[in-house]
């Protein structure tokens, strides 16, 4: 799933960059579709914006699909972490034993020493008690010593089987990450372009209409102008009036949609501009 959203993603971006330099290069050919030259701006600036808002959330979606990225492969992991944990513990365990082995040998040699060196029986049958008390002690050590070892190599045997596994899952992860990062950098370069763009068609946009503009924006999720097409808004799917429709076709003068009140500009179907191309 992460794969498939990943080259979902890298798609978009590359139909996005591609749309974006059409967009920069059609301005032209928009001037030359009867259109007044600050409405074409307008129409630009409206594409810009939709795609500078279109890229943003998608920058912003991204921390959560790393987290979920790294989630995905925490759960994927979580036995053999699991495993190495206990390997981890076990190690401990043994390392523990073995030091308590070791005292108690120590104490076991002490005792012996001290049977050599008792003065009544009353020494000597306490040495032997120690003695005693101590080799068992080093016989259960040791057996738990035994056992912490075959635990070890089971342990040993699953974490190999299972490494490789995980080794993949972790290298496809980090190559999912980088591909974010790089969409992030090229995003970011794109938005600068996009932005550097838009600045320059604001400073050309007169204040009335680009105040009108933006406040449309606002209201309408920023969609402030609407194509006509086959004589119906884009945006509402109603008719526009004959009269209306004729004005808007002129494109030299500012006119809103009766219906949902956003700008109107004209743009033929496709159908129209194959036929004008042949013609």
């Known amino acids: 799933m992460a794969i498939s959203r990943a080259i979902s993603w890298r798609n978009f971006f590359l139909n996005l960059r591609i749309t974006f330099q059409y967009s920069m290069l059609g301005r ?17 600036l409206q594409e810009l914006d939709l795609d500078i808002q279109k890229l943003t959330d998608r920058l ?8 979920q990225m790294e989630k995905e492969f925490a759960a994927h992991a979580a036995e053999f972490l699991a495993l190495k944990s206990k390997h981890e513990q076990t190690l401990a ?13 120590e104490h076991h040699d002490k005792y012996k020493q001290d049977l050599m060196r008792v003065r009544n029986e009353k020494e000597y049958t306490t040495a032997l008690r120690e003695i005693d008390a101590t080799k068992k002690q080093i016989g259960t050590y040791e057996s738990e010593i035994l056992k912490r070892m075959e635990e070890l190599e089971k342990l040993e045997t699953d974490i190999k089987v299972n490494e490789p596994d995980i080794e993949r899952k972790r290298g496809e992860v980090d190559q999912l990450l980088h591909t974010l990062d790089q969409e992030i950098a090229a995003t970011n370069t794109l938005l600068t372009t996009m932005r550097s ?4 068609l604001v400073v050309s946009i007169s204040t009335e209409m680009l105040s009108t503009y933006e406040r449309m924006a606002r209201t309408r999720r920023g969609q402030a102008l609407s194509a006509v097409r086959d004589g119906i808004c884009s945006a509402c799917r109603v008719k526009v009036r004959p009269k ?15 219906s949902c009140g956003r700008i109107l500009y004209y743009r033929p179907d496709s159908s129209q ?3 004008a191309g042949i013609n």
Do not use: H, N, W, Y
């Open 197 to 200: 763009r838009r600045q320059e």
């Open 273 to 275: 501009i194959v036929e």
């Open 60 to 67: 912003s979606k991204i921390p959560a699909e790393r987290d």
């Open 93 to 105: 365990d043994r390392s523990q034993i073995e030091s308590d082995l070791a005292t108690a040998q």
């Open 28 to 44: 032209e050919q928009r001037m030359e579709d009867a259109l007044s030259a600050e409405l074409s701006q307008l129409i630009e």
């Open 244 to 258: 209306l429709f004729s004005d808007v076709r002129k494109g030299d003068q500012l006119i809103t949609c009766e």
